[in-house]
């Protein structure tokens, strides 16, 4: 049961960390370029444009949920499982979530990347 749980909580972690990545990167873009900004108007209109952002709070939540999912996971599982299986199944969903939700362009080398991690997860798994 304990092993069920600890795959539960991996499968949180990469799921709330790819829906707060989404949304961060959709907040800072709806923000456009900081540097732009910051040169145009300084470091206030930065913080003001970003806290003005709904997609930021979200996303900002989104992945403190991701940490306290991981702080389960570390309770029940071994941190050589938990910390790569998190991290590799994190990359393959933004990978997929970046394609469906931000339409980016992602070439045939990073889903290639993408499928020789989901391998390593499997390994993992086993």
């Known amino acids: 049961m304990k092993h069920l749980y600890t795959w539960a909580a ?3 972690v990469a799921s709330a960390s ?3 990545d ?3 990167a959709r907040a800072m873009k709806q923000v456009g370029d900081v540097h732009a900004l910051w040169s145009q108007s300084g470091l206030w209109a930065v913080i003001r444009r970003t806290l003005g952002n709904s997609n930021f709070f979200m ?6 949920l991701a940490f306290f999912s991981l702080l389960f996971a570390l309770s029940w599982g071994e941190v ?3 910390a790569p299986a998190a991290a590799s199944l994190t ?3 933004n990978a997929f979530a970046a394609k469906i939700f931000l339409h980016e362009r992602v070439d045939r080398r ?9 391998a390593g997860v499997v390994l993992l798994a086993g």
């Open 91 to 93: 990359f393959i969903g």
């Open 10 to 12: 991996i499968v949180a």
């Open 59 to 64: 996303g900002v939540t989104a992945m403190a």
């Open 80 to 82: 050589s499982l938990v």
């Open 18 to 20: 790819v829906v707060g």
């Open 110 to 118: 990073r889903w290639i990347a993408a499928l020789l991690v989901a």
């Open 22 to 24: 989404i949304l961060l």
